[in-house]
């Protein structure tokens, strides 16, 4: 077990939880009841995706030396031989110690801003999970093969809803591209890989990210195409940082909502 796997099955989590924590917001307002169950459904599939991997890191973390623990993260460490769990990692962090991507932190926005944000996020991981499917490390597999099965129904759902948008009425059309316009800028660090995914990649645990990009871009592409969108430059400026712990403020007011319960009653089961 090494700190870079941590690190690593950590950034796959917190993808996963802030994405469902954000989705989850939708619960009750969406635009009819056939779309707000259906972003409920997606958000229960995101955390559950994100309980397994979290699970996975408290044993990665178990199994580290005292020494590695104390020096794994900036914001908390446990009590010398306290073991951790699945809980310990939403619930017990701050922001700097999240390693997961600015795009899904992105505020909701509206329809069309909740569609842009799953689209590009869903084609990626389609790409991701394919890949880590035949990862040497047979936990991430497993997991991979199932959220797999999860993360194809994402992105159908989601490519239906920015043809649907995009190709309807004038103001549907503006509006999505306007979306996709202005998360473009926070796809980039998706495909810019981290020390840890790099680590992994040479242990063979993980795919290089930058070898989906291609792709990526082909299968973004050809969607927006359909939807009549204009396709903005994949070689554009992009915003980074989430991977090296580096948010922004988004992050913090979810992090409030999210871990309130534990931080007013510690340890407290229900």
Known sequence: ????????????????????????????????????????????????????LFQYVADIYNGLSEAD????????????????EEDTFPYLRDAWDFKNVLLVEHPNGDWASTVARSFFYDTFMCLLYKALSASKDETIAAIAQKSLKEALYHKKWSSEWVIRLGDGTEESHQRMQQAVDKLWPYTGEMFVPSEA?????????????????????????????????NCPDPDAWMHLGGKKGTHTEQLGYILAELQYVQRAYPNMRW
């Open 1 to 52: 077990m090494s700190i870079h796997k941590l690190h690593y099955v950590l950034q796959l989590a917190d993808n996963a939880l802030i994405l469902g924590h954000r989705i989850s917001e939708w619960c009750g307002h969406g635009p009819i009841l056939e779309q707000d169950i259906a972003l409920t459904n997606t958000a229960l599939d995101h955390i559950g995706q994100s309980r397994s």
């Open 69 to 84: 623990k104390q020096g794994a993260f900036v914001s908390f460490s446990l009590e010398a031989g306290k073991q951790a």
């Open 197 to 229: 995914e790099l680590e992994m990649v040479n242990e063979g645990i993980h795919t290089n990210p930058a070898d989906l990009k291609t792709a990526w871009v082909a299968e973004v592409k050809a969607i927006l195409d359909e939807a009549t969108l």
